[in-house]
């Protein structure tokens, strides 16, 4: 099990306006394994086809504004220039000094390899207009992509399964990286525990963060605790069960979290909407989620979400049954000629 005592504090006193910005002093944090702190909260940046880059930089914006200091960025998002000059911007106006942030991008499926790694480094660096980076993930344990905006249908022919070989080609170029101080973290995403037992043996270096989908109907309960007993700390994506993902990650079985009973339950009794209530759940059990938003009554409401009035060992109790098994993000694009179902990409 993850340990609650890695955070801080979750205050329940001083009652507040709801459009404050939060001292981000009051945002629990984490201790990754290498020492460094991460705030237990952070905002996501993918605009899911919907939002452009100059909105979700304007977001960004706003969010540092708030109190973020933790923001899940990547190449693939399309968004990093505009959200670099939102970076320099903030740094110039002396609103927040770079080293207190915390600021992730991802490797793209298709700069895997040897070389590619540093390559794309370089571009999200100058980019982001940054020196380097607190964490740099390999976005999906696969070298196989497909076009921006494509439908769920859509196959690229070079595509291959998951090699634990070709995997760490692409890890050792991240090891270099690190070596080299571009990224002060290295991460992984969208792994599972077989990929994981294969991979970290064989790592020089190992990822301090793991970036997975996590949100009440879809725990990943045992993937959660086998980071937590290598001393990972997990990064949790859709928090809030992305409600406005891509229409190719949407099917008619798909469960919507914040109607969960569970989760409209420990939403009644503290009079809020779910979406806190999902947010205060992944705090307290131990992850790091990146909720998204573009408007600031939601973020900032997110970000007071793990500041105050946490939810009982009670709701938390209930909220273990709100496990739907609903995986939203499936990869089914990823897959390789010969492949069946998205199913094989989890193993
Ligand atoms: N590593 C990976 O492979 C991977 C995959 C997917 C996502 N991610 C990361 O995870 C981040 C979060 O995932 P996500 O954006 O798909 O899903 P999400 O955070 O679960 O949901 C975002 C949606 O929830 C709505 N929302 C936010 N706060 C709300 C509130 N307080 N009340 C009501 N609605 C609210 C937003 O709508 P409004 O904009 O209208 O507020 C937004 O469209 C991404 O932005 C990305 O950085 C990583």
Not at 59 to 70: D, E, F, H, Q
Not at 113 to 121: A, T
Not at 174 to 197: D, F, Q
Request: with cysteine; proline share 8%; hydrophobic share 35%.
């Amino acid at each position: 099990m993850a340990d609650p005592g890695f955070i801080n504090s979750i205050n329940s006193a001083d009652p507040v306006n709801r459009d404050d910005p939060v001292d981000p002093r009051k945002v629990p944090f984490r201790t990754l394994c290498t020492g460094q702190k991460i705030p237990s909260i952070g905002m996501g940046t993918f605009g899911s086809d919907k939002y452009g880059p100059e909105e979700i930089a304007a977001a960004v914006t706003g969010a540092i504004r708030s109190g973020y200091r933790l923001f899940d960025c990547a190449s693939v998002y399309g968004n990093e220039a505009q959200i670099g000059t939102a970076f320099e911007e903030a740094f110039a106006a002396g609103i927040v000094r770079r080293e207190e942030l915390f600021i992730t991008s991802k490797l793209w499926n298709d700069m895997h390899g040897k070389g590619d790694v540093l390559l794309s480094l370089a571009k999200t660096l100058k980019d982001l207009r940054l020196d380097y980076v607190d964490a740099y993930f390999v976005h999906w344990p696969f070298p196989n992509y497909h076009a921006p905006g494509c439908d769920g249908d859509s196959r690229n022919p070079d595509s291959v399964p998951f090699s634990v070989d070709r995997f760490m080609a692409t890890w050792n170029q991240m090891e270099r990286i690190h070596g080299m101080g571009l990224a002060k973290n290295l991460g992984m995403s969208n792994m599972t525990v077989t990929k994981l037992e294969a991979a970290l043996p064989k790592c020089r270096i190992r990822p301090s963060l793991i970036e997975m989908e996590q949100h009440p109907s879809f725990q990943q309960q045992e993937l959660f605790d086998y980071c937590a007993s290598e001393n990972i700390t997990v990064i949790g994506y859709c928090p809030l069960g992305s409600p406005n993902r891509p229409e190719r990650d949407k099917t008619p079985k798909d469960v919507t979290d914040t109607e969960l009973p569970e989760v409209a339950a420990a939403a009644k009794n503290h009079g809020i909407h779910p979406a806190p209530v999902c947010l205060k759940w992944a705090v307290q059990r131990g992850s790091v989620p990146i909720p998204f938003s573009v408007h600031a009554k939601n973020y900032i409401s997110n970000l007071k979400a793990v500041t105050e009035d946490p939810l009982t060992p009670e709701e938390m109790e209930a909220l273990k049954k709100a496990e739907r098994n609903c995986r939203l993000v499936k990869g089914q694009v990823f897959l390789w000629p010969g492949a069946k179902s998205w199913t094989e990409l989890w193993d």
